[in-house]
């Protein structure tokens, strides 16, 4: 029941900032694995960012410490905070949920970010 949406996705400078958003409908994602994932254009889907239940956070290795995952309180909202980008950040960003990390059950529409130099 849960649909998830992204929002927040556009163009930006190299060295600018971005704040994604995933809005759930239907239900909460209370309790759910929340993650972020990318796919540039003739590039595999790489994973991003993701936020377990207990508050605990994991990136990749290309975006630690540049991107940050939240949520709201009530559990509605998750976000993907980007700061630093680069053009190689370029890609549509997907948001996706599920019970348990790499069971992702949902997924969103996707929300385009294109980085420019």
């Known amino acids: 029941q849960v649909q998830l949406a992204e929002s927040g996705g556009g163009p930006v400078q190299a060295g600018g900032s971005l704040r994604l958003s995933c809005a759930a409908s239907?239900?909460?994602?209370?309790?759910?694995?929340m993650g972020w994932f990318r796919q540039a254009p003739g590039k595999e889907r790489e994973f991003v960012a993701r936020?377990?239940?207990?508050?605990?956070?994991g990136y990749a290795d290309s975006v630690k410490g540049r991107f940050t995952i939240s949520r709201d309180n009530a559990w509605s909202t998750v976000y993907l905070q980007m700061s630093s980008l680069k053009p190689e950040d370029t890609a549509l960003y997907y948001c996706?949920?599920?019970?348990?990390?790499?069971?992702?059950?949902?997924w969103g529409q996707g929300t385009q970010v294109t980085v420019s130099a």
């Open positions: 239907g239900r909460t994602f209370r309790g759910y694995v």
């Open positions: 996706a949920a599920g019970p348990s990390s790499n069971n992702w059950s949902y």
């Open positions: 936020l377990w239940s207990s508050g605990a956070t």
